[in-house]
């Protein structure tokens, strides 16, 4: 064993994890039943990995449309305008939307990808996260949370989408 692997704790294993997608996807449909078209926005790269998971097991449970998209936020400058390839004319207009990222911490990226949809003049933003850090700058939450972790600002929380997705405390 590295010693980076001794240094590494692992916070959500991958049926943990699985298990956790699993409850977002039934509590997103409980609150979502009477529509007939969900759109998932994925923070690229990891967010919209789980915004995969979730979508695919949101369509399983509910039997409605789901559409999935990718939100191509720069992390480190999120105030950068991008385009959300795909999206049909009209948009997002009147539509329910569920933005998905990896983990919560400032909230900084979340509250700037909601800024650009809401531009979109959504009917409704949901938001999700699998880690909630609870180290909030900006005024925001998520509605559905995997875990919720306290964490010191020094540590890491990583997200791993190999074969089977991990959460890992560095």
């Known amino acids: 064993m590295s010693s980076m692997d ?3 704790t692992l916070v ?4 943990t994890v699985e ?13 979502n039943f009477e529509e007939s078209c969900i759109n998932f926005m994925g923070i690229e790269k990891r967010g919209f990995a789980l915004a995969e998971q979730i979508a695919t097991l949101y369509e399983g449970i509910s039997g409605q449309e789901v559409k999935i ?11 950068q305008s991008f385009q959300i390839e795909g ?3 009209g948009g997002l207009k009147d539509k329910v939307v569920v933005l998905v990222d990896d983990v919560l911490n400032s909230g900084r990226t979340l509250i700037y990808a909601a800024k650009h949809i809401l531009n979109e003049e959504v009917r409704c933003l949901q938001t999700v996260c699998l ?3 609870k180290h909030r700058k900006y005024p925001i939450r998520a509605d559905y949370v995997g875990m919720t972790l306290g964490t010191t600002l020094q540590e890491h929380i990583a997200v791993e ?5 991990k959460v890992y405390l560095d």
């Open 6 to 8: 001794m240094e590494r």
């Open 12 to 15: 959500m294993d991958a049926v």
């Open 19 to 31: 298990r956790k997608i699993q409850r977002i996807a039934h509590e997103i449909f409980e609150n």
């Open 69 to 79: 998209w990718s939100v191509p936020i720069l992390k480190r400058n999120p105030m």
């Open 87 to 89: 999206l049909p004319d």
């Open 131 to 133: 880690v909630d850090r």
């Open 161 to 165: 989408f190999d074969d089977e997705i």
